[in-house]
């Protein structure tokens, strides 16, 4: 390792200040191997894209990519043995623009199998582990998920930028425990085409950076009506926030319950008392219905996975099992030996929630819950122009803590972030602080296409603390 590392010093000497960012990026990707970062490493393809860059008069930098989203000529798995060999012929929209801006490609991001998880542990190549502390085979900080290898890939500097996808708070729950910043934008404002579906009206594109500057920067690079997405639109120009002074701040009073931890409230209470300090007006909400956000996501994921789900049935594309006796052996050992628990318990409640005669108690019921949460959010900003809440619990678990549980329940976690994904707004995580060396993050919220407003105030927040 030594002599490597020498003789890419020396190499470096003949580089470009450019060319030197993407090589130093693939150095540190190879020495944090054992994080399980990539499932796909694309290193030549770096070089190959930073090169075009600069002959464009463009600034290459490195980018990472969650293995959700397709990218031409190379694996895009969803972390599933189901899609180990497919190689998809298009690129998604996001991806071919970040690469048209200069993003240059080191990896595929690992993450929880077809984005079902809060760990980024349930992956068919193995897990994700945290950069935060010593690490070893049996036991390591959880990096939060499902887009863990994203956050961890900027949490260590390998990429300037990565790219994740959030349903329910998988952009902004690793942001959290990784001590960086998630940006969850409104729905639609990123294209969603070429992203592999979990829950289509909820999937959103979203950004990890280490800064919020960084992430609007990225999300303007991005933006933009895609004629293969029916459901983006444009984003419109707003007024950039220089201070909080006079601004509206929501503190829904909801979000201070039995899952937040003391450490958690302890910031989140911290943060709000520096935002009054600097002239914000701090106003108490009540959302009350939010504590029906975790049932109701259950219960549309679950149906929406059933149906995407579907497509998978190993005959165009796919892990297909040896048993074939009959094709309806082949499905179902194929879906078996391929998918795992998690996922495959998603794919049978969804498809009991939406049996002629449950259909009206769950699904329907869940939908009219989405209703009346999407309302009270869009009600609660006609009094304040930002909310804040804790992004989760409180720091990042260790995997022995979990280990027994990964695959049995729902994390309460998800309760501060769905409501941002069923009401379509946009969020941000910011980390605001640490306890014993792992990093606490707050959750920004505002109304649709505010999505300046949150980063703004994002800004003006890490740079006040």
Known sequence: MERVCILSSFRFRFLSDEMQRVESAIEKAVKLRSHGIFISETFELARQQAKRAIE????????????????????TTCASQMLEKYVPPVDATVV???????????????????????????????????????????????????????????????ADVALGS????????????????????????????GLIP????????????????????????????????STSI???????????????????LEYHNECLSEIGWRYWNRVVGTLKKDGAEIKQLSLPTTKYSLACYSVIAAADVASNMARYDSVAYGHRSSNDSSTNEMYASSRSESLNTVVRRRIFAGNYFLMR???KLYYERALKIRRIINDELLSAFEQVDVIITPTASGTAPKYS???????????????FTQAANLAGVPSISVPVGNNDGLPIGIQLM?????????CDVARILSNRL
């Open 401 to 415: 803590e979990l280990r027994d549980t990964l695959f049995s329940k729902e994390d309460d976690d998800d309760y």
């Open 166 to 193: 959030d349903t329910g708070g998988s952009t902004r729950n690793p942001a959290a425990f990784n001590g960086i910043f998630g940006f969850k934008p409104t729905h639609g404002v990123l294209s969603r085409y």
């Open 446 to 454: 505002a109304n649709r296409l505010n999505d300046r407003t949150v």
């Open 96 to 158: 071919e623009r970040i690469v048209a801006k200069g993003g240059c490609i080191v990896g595929k991001a690992n993450l929880d199998e077809f984005c079902m998880g809060t760990s980024s542990a349930l992956g068919h190549f193995g897990p994700v582990k945290s950069a935060l502390s010593k690490i070893s085979e049996d036991d390591w900080i959880i990096p939060g998920g499902s887009s863990g290898g994203s956050a961890v890939a900027v949490q260590t500097g390998i």
């Open 56 to 75: 464009n008069g463009i600034t290459p930098f490195p980018v990472v990519i969650k293995d959700c989203f397709l990218t031409k000529g190379i694996p």
């Open 357 to 359: 005669k449950y259909r």
């Open 234 to 252: 444009d984003l419109p120009d707003k007024r950039a926030i220089d201070s909080v002074k006079g601004l509206r701040i929501g503190v829904p």
């Open 198 to 229: 979990l829950v289509n009206s909820l999937d959103t594109p979203s950004i990890f950076a280490r800064s919020a500057e960084e992430c609007w920067q990225f999300l303007e690079a991005l933006k933009g009506v895609d004629s293969f997405d």
